[in-house]
């Protein structure tokens, strides 16, 4: 069972396999379902990019899609995660995608369901999919992970993208650092002042502020955290020459970083989108690629 | 016009073509529409299982499906449902299946629309593809319907699966016995003791409480009405040997059914579930097969 | 760049051709993208008929389909559109059909995304499909517009198809007056005395009441409306033999118009929804014929 549940479940060589096959989905390669596969996208929070450019990924490689969100569903009526995924699983889905508010939510699947599951965002836990598309957007750039300097800034303590980001950085040899408000700070790794941090920095990686997340907790206004945690006009002029910037959108423009620089030339923010669908497929095919035989004997 | 809208309107004759059909289909037969063809989900009620189920059975058959829910449609602009399915009719759509609130929404549609209805669930009154469904689950089972015990056991009075299922068992030779709370009981059959029901039952199907629909009025708490009206533990060891237990999902795990039961041996809860998109590409292909031809000179 | 925005940015003789594809797609005409190609339907407002109108024609062009709804999406995160715009594009969408409350919604958007735009609807101001299907429609029964007289009736000031369709009929030569209340009138063009329109028309085409936009504003029940605004059964004694009914639906039955009148002999209005899905159609083949190169291109 290929579940893609979290960075630090998937080895170095997994995950460099994944990267190869999204470059070659990248330079227009093909691969398709041999026979009518379903998948399933289950939401249980609301989302644009990350549904689309799974629903983008899995027609790509021939999927029959279904969509589902926690809004119009029987969860009203109190049925279980278990139950609703062994739903799909029974009327002939193959695999699963699932956005859930809880950090472990797959917790209660693995093992007692039979099809894969993949993990497209869960609380301010992980999101595999998000970092597997940021390494391909570095990767892209700099051939390697080795002795980058990756800094991410902001709200390190609520970011779902911080957690994977960091993980697999840090282990391909990557130095990564965090910057950002103290009270959104966690235990995870070392943390510099942002200008320290922008001017070190080989990847600017901002993260957006949730403001669904904490709303009316945030101490200033917006304009206060774009200069004090921001990246301003004045601070994309510290970067390095050939530093990049990213981050994992919807961008809050005017707070995390300034309007005129969500397209500027170092930003690689629509890139990363573009690269999501390349990463999703990678990650789909290796879900169905050993389900195939499966699925076939489920229906004799 | 081949309707599927109360078990009542069929024949047992056509019952059985339609159970043959989806009998075939759970062992792989395979049919597909000749032509693009659109169907459309008119779902009036929030649903996942079935409107799913549903989707996965168009799909299968190549069917073209467009997904319609009345929380984001114009419905909320007063249209009247005649108007709606018009529409679809107008804008290419070759067949509808519709949920809705109330028991004979279809009265309103029959003999003035020119496609084919199929009732995928009617207020408190019939559901006759989670019957088909049944039936199916029941004969793949026992082979015949003929003096078989079903017990249908909880929430009589506002469950569409007990009125259709009654109706068709009972037709088909099979002992129909009821039991439950005396406040869910209505004049359709006989009523036992919940105890004596699960004894001399062949098949125990447990009904789903509809919180939704009576919400506060359920004199006695979760763990009173399980032990009152639920199948407990104690109760499965009452069943004869042979005996299966159904239930229409989703499940209030430790209300209708204590949760170790949901995949014990005996339960075909889950089998349910995946004979619901062969029964529904039975019904579908039924109203479909005849309409090919129809749907054609529509469009000269 | 094939946007299709507002009417009055076509020429008479881009009008004709798209009538000529969308006539000839009536016909049963099939055309298809060469390849896999993505349309995303972004609904900033509830729809139902224009939103599955779409669904439809994109699925018989063979295009693979997102569909959004501001409802369940990130829009609530606080992105713009021009951000959500240039999401669809980086997932690889090749087009986007977008209904928005906002009259100028395409002005922060043109020149800036790579992506034609089709208008599905915008606020007050342009629904460039529906006057191009009610051009089709006319057309189809007059062979011309020349010197025809279309009357357009009741809420001309919040109607998008009453400001489509006069720019465009005038162009072609016809003759269009206005009728309806005095409060909902605006500097467009010719008002006359209802009876007077309904007597000297070809073409009776009647608007509906957008109760959604100005509830407890109507100063008269909806009896005394029809009465004083509405094609009554009396007044369609007054019409010209051969002339016809138009209404781009929903249909407020008993209001703008006398329910015994919607399906009558002279009734185009499900012929209407009919035309919808061709001219479409013709709408997205323009769009996407030319695009299908600069996609390929993108993905290198």
């Not at 995924?85 to 472990?104: A, K, L």
């Not at 957006?208 to 206060?224: A, D, L, P, S």
């Not at 050993?290 to 229906?299: F, M, P, R």
């Amino acid at each position: 069972m290929k579940h893609l549940l979290t960075m630090a479940g998937l080895t170095l060589n997994e995950i460099e396999n994944i990267l190869f096959d999204a470059e070659r989905f990248s330079k227009g390669e093909v691969w398709k379902v041999k026979e009518q596969t379903f998948v399933a996208n289950l939401f249980f929070e609301p989302s644009t990019r990350t549904r689309n450019s799974f629903e983008v990924a899995e027609k790509k490689l021939g999927l029959d899609v279904l969509n589902f969100s926690a809004e119009s569903s029987s969860v009203q009526k109190g049925e279980t995660l278990y139950d609703t995924v062994r739903t799909f699983e029974s009327i002939g889905v193959s695999g699963v995608v699932i956005r859930h508010p809880e950090n472990h939510f797959f917790q209660e699947l693995v093992g007692k369901v039979n099809i894969p599951i993949i993990n497209a965002g869960a609380g301010c836990g992980e999101h595999p999919t998000q970092c597997l598309l940021d390494l391909l957007t570095i990767k892209q750039e700099f051939q390697t992970f080795k002795d980058l300097t990756v800094a991410i800034i902001g709200d390190i303590r609520h970011s779902r993208v911080a957690h994977s980001n960091h993980d697999a950085l840090t282990r391909f040899g990557a130095n990564v650092i965090f910057s950002g408000p103290k009270e959104w700070q966690d235990e995870t790794g070392l943390y510099v002042p942002i200008d320290e941090a922008i001017r070190e920095a080989d990847v600017v990686m901002m993260l957006r502020i949730q403001h669904e997340r904490h709303e009316g907790q945030m101490g200033n206004t917006k304009e206060e955290y774009h200069q004090a945690y921001g990246l301003t006009i004045e601070r994309e002029k510290m970067m390095k020459p050939h530093a990049i910037i990213m981050h994992p959108a919807p961008v809050n423009r005017g707070v995390e970083i300034a309007s005129e620089l969500v397209e500027c030339e170092r930003s690689r923010i629509f890139k990363q989108m573009q690269n999501g669908v390349f990463a999703r497929m990678a990650a789909l095919k290796r879900a169905f690629e050993c389900k195939t035989v499966q699925t076939q004997s489920l229906s004799i």
